[in-house]
């Protein structure tokens, strides 16, 4: 776990970046009207989401993503939502689900050259304002190794629709942006055991993000649009709570 840690801090802290991902959603519901709420930290940003199952094999989920940043020389901030539905089944110890949703995504970010301390030449300021829509798409898989331990993975495919998007006032011309975003995550159950279950999660997840159709080998050679086809990478730390199994307990 320590080394993982050390990981996490380390890409919490490696500058500032243009865009980065949400976590994918995976939610451990496996019947109607169960629910989960969990929150997260990158080190560096923090994120929570909710997700209900109104009917049997239907899915609701939201997410609230933000960074707060009050440097002058240097910044990153910003916000993101999304809201999505989808469907789930439960094959013996698996969760097996699919979602479609949208959300908006508003960061500014401002720093020189390209975040290095270390530089030679005449130093370049940048100072991004990107506004965009998404749509997004998701498939997940969970199995219940044990009711203390969860494996899951999920792989996201991610439309950004860019409705501003400037470095230093200039406008990037780049309108639109497809990225591959997959995940894996481990859960860890805690608490008093209802009907198999346990109340309380935390959780660690690994993820990604890369430009469809984008080669690192031949970086785009406008440095603001290659900052948005760059591909990116997280950690990120959190903890669940599943009501219907406080409920199940205290009913109990």
């Not at 243009?18 to 997260?40: C, G, K, L, T």
């Not at 409705?163 to 894996?184: F, K, N, S, Y």
Request: one cysteine or more; aromatic letters at 10%; proline letters at 5%.
């Amino acid at each position: 776990m320590k080394p993982l840690l050390l990981l996490a801090g380390i890409w919490g802290l490696s500058g500032c970046a243009v865009y980065m991902p949400m976590q994918n959603a995976a939610p451990d519901i496996r019947a109607q009207h169960e629910s989960e709420v969990r929150a997260s930290t990158f080190l560096s940003r923090g994120e929570v989401s909710g997700a209900y199952s109104p009917l049997k094999h239907v899915l609701v989920r939201g997410a609230f993503g933000s960074r707060s940043d009050h440097g002058d020389s240097t910044f990153w901030r910003g916000r993101q939502y999304e809201l999505a539905a989808g469907t789930y089944w439960v094959p013996r110890s698996w969760t097996l689900g699919v979602l479609g949703g949208f959300g908006q995504i508003r960061n500014q970010t401002r720093y020189r050259n390209d975040g290095q301390i270390i530089f030679l030449g005449e130093p370049v300021q940048h100072e991004f304002d990107v506004r965009c829509n998404k749509l997004f798409g998701e498939a997940y898989a969970l199995y219940e190794v044990s009711n203390r331990f969860s494996l899951g993975v999920s792989c996201r495919s991610t439309r950004l629709y860019f409705t501003r998007l400037t470095d230093v006032g200039q406008p990037i011309d780049l309108r639109q942006l497809t990225r591959a975003e997959p995940m894996l995550l481990m859960r860890f159950g805690l608490g008093d055991p209802y009907q198999g279950g346990r109340p309380v999660q935390l959780q660690l997840s690994l993820g990604g993000s890369v430009a469809m159709g984008y080669d690192g080998r031949q970086p785009d050679p406008d440095y603001s649009r290659r900052q948005l086809r760059q591909a990116r990478s997280y950690v990120a730390l959190g903890i669940g709570l599943l009501p219907h199994r406080v409920a199940g307990l205290f009913r109990n």
